[in-house]
T-cell receptor, first 113, second 111 residues
Framework: DAGITQSPRHKVTETGTPVTLRCHQT?????MYWYRQDPGHGLRLIHY???????DKGEVSDGYSVSRSKTEDFLLTLESATSSQTSVYFC????????????FGPGTRLLVL | SQQGEEDPQALSIQEGENATMNCSYK?????LQWYRQNSGRGLVHLIL?????REKHSGRLRVTLDTSKKSSSLLITASRAADTASYFC???????????FGTGTRLQVFP
């Protein structure tokens, strides 16, 4: 988890409210990713960034948006949280690209009531 | 689905025994990676093996790759209770720029 922090680590929210999760890195890696982890599904990519202000959708991007205004910060926003977005969210970074080694943050547990 | 599939889903062994986990996939890959996840924590990268490599070692870990059978195995020798975790393979397929994670093998090592 060194060099990558996520905040908050735990959050409980209500359906319909917006939620923003933050990922912060001190490694100066170009690529940053947001995944969600659910039982039986493994890790699924939500969005990723390949540079400041350069982002793209992943496998399960509906209902999520991202922003990256600085190299070190990658924000994930749930525009209007739903119970199906209850999950554990992981941020990851990599230096040279998608298919190279990824380094993961400690995760954020989100419960949407 | 393109994701790699781990086998078995769960494995229980005694300390000192070896643990072997397998990952199978369906299409050509650039590389295959193994990650470990301790309960409640993020994933930790263990080994990356490229499509032109057959075997890699890291400490007590040995990873093999058989591209003709489209499969990889992770061997943990002389296991310890601290090896208790979930292990994931992640495949970097040739025809996509994504890294696809499997659903993992849960390893329990009893003291």
């Amino acid at each position: 988890d060194a060099g990558i922090t996520q905040s908050p680590r735990h959050k409980v929210t209500e359906t319909g409210t917006p939620v923003t999760l933050r990922c912060h890195q001190t490694e100066n890696h170009r690529y940053m990713y947001w995944y969600r982890q659910d039982p039986g599904h493994g890790l699924r990519l939500i969005h990723y960034s390949y540079g400041v202000k350069d982002t793209d959708k992943g496998e399960v991007s509906d209902g999520y948006s991202v922003s990256r205004s600085k190299t070190e910060d990658f924000l994930l926003t749930l525009e209007s949280a739903t119970s199906s977005q209850t999950s554990v969210y992981f941020c990851a970074i990599s230096e040279r690209g998608f298919q190279e080694t990824q380094y993961f943050g400690p995760g954020t547990r989100l419960l949407v009531l | 689905s393109q994701q790699g599939e781990e086998d078995p889903q769960a494995l229980s062994i005694q300390e000192g025994e070896n643990a072997t986990m397998n990952c199978s996939y369906k299409t050509s890959i650039n590389n295959l990676q193994w990650y470990r996840q301790n309960s409640g924590r993020g994933l930790v990268h263990l080994i990356l093996i490229r499509s032109n490599e057959r075997e890699k070692h890291s400490g007590r870990l040995r990873v093999t790759l058989d591209t003709s059978k489209k499969s990889s195995s992770l061997l943990i020798t002389a296991s310890r209770a601290a090896d208790t975790a979930s292990y994931f393979c992640a495949t970097a397929f040739y025809n996509t720029d994504k890294l696809i994670f499997g659903t993992g093998t849960r390893l329990q090592v009893f003291p």
